[in-house]
């Protein structure tokens, strides 16, 4: 199946205000579902493309900079008011930070980024969505090792890996080596503030305060009692973060 380009979209197609969603490894565009629902009911047309070797995309370019580059036509004849990443889609937002308009200032969220991750973490997360892909387990599964998932967020996680191409998780550690993203925020432009999303530390592992360089245009948000997946566990941190970064913006 060749690499089409698809994406979600939620709210009016007349709404003033626009949001871009980018996700994680092993993820797809529908898992954005509580977060877009929520935006697109504050007024955001919400728009969350599916990755390449995601959603039956298949592709042999796994590298962050082609993952941005595939993206770059939906900022041709758009503006976006707030840009969301996920865990991969968090290394590939600041990928595309470069490349956002230069004549407004763009808030961008990265949610739980893997921005530092050390070879014993790399073979343990290859492992794990690795088996994920090729045994995707049922929606109920889903539920009770993720407690806080709607029964919907579970369907959507089984879809997602369903539709994942087979080598992906390999492909793209394969690929970006060493896994070390915290380079890109000497590249943060002067019209882009960022906010970093980052979970319990007893929870997960893959994003720590620690890895997210001090810069001037950078936020640290440390979200107690929630793992890797911050916006399926509390969808309405990263909804609220957005729109306070927004409203941060129009009060400068």
């Avoid at 007349?14 to 954005?32: D, E, M, P």
């Avoid at 997360?125 to 599964?141: D, H, M």
């Amino acid at each position: 199946m060749a690499s089409v380009p698809s994406a979600t979209q939620w709210g009016s197609p007349a709404a003033s205000k626009r949001a871009f969603l980018i996700h994680g490894n092993t993820s797809s565009s529908h898992t954005w579902e509580s977060v877009a629902q929520a935006l697109a009911r504050a007024g955001f047309l919400v728009t969350a493309p599916n990755l390449l070797g995601h959603g039956y995309r298949r592709s042999n370019k796994f590298r962050i900079t082609e993952f941005a580059e595939d993206l770059r036509p939906y900022f041709a004849n758009t503006v976006y008011d707030v840009i969301i990443g996920h865990s991969l889609g968090g290394n590939v937002a600041l990928a595309l930070m470069p490349f956002l308009p230069q004549d407004r200032t763009t808030p961008v969220i990265l949610v739980d980024p893997g921005l530092e991750l050390d070879q014993h973490l790399v073979e343990s997360i290859r492992k794990i969505y690795t088996e994920e892909i090729r045994n995707v387990r049922s929606i109920e599964a889903q539920m009770a090792e993720n407690p806080l998932w709607t029964r919907e967020e579970a369907a959507y996680r089984v879809l997602a890996l369903r539709m994942a191409q087979s080598n992906l998780v390999e492909e793209v550690f394969a690929q970006n080596v060493p896994f070390s993203f915290g380079h890109l925020f000497s590249t943060i432009p002067p019209h882009v503030r960022v906010t970093v999303l980052v979970s319990d530390p007893e929870l997960s592992n893959i994003c720590r305060l620690e890895h997210v360089p001090t810069h001037p245009q950078v936020q640290k948000m440390l979200v107690k009692g929630v793992g890797h997946w911050i916006q399926l566990e509390k969808p309405g941190v990263v909804v609220n973060t957005a729109l306070a970064s927004i409203f941060k913006l129009t009060k400068w």
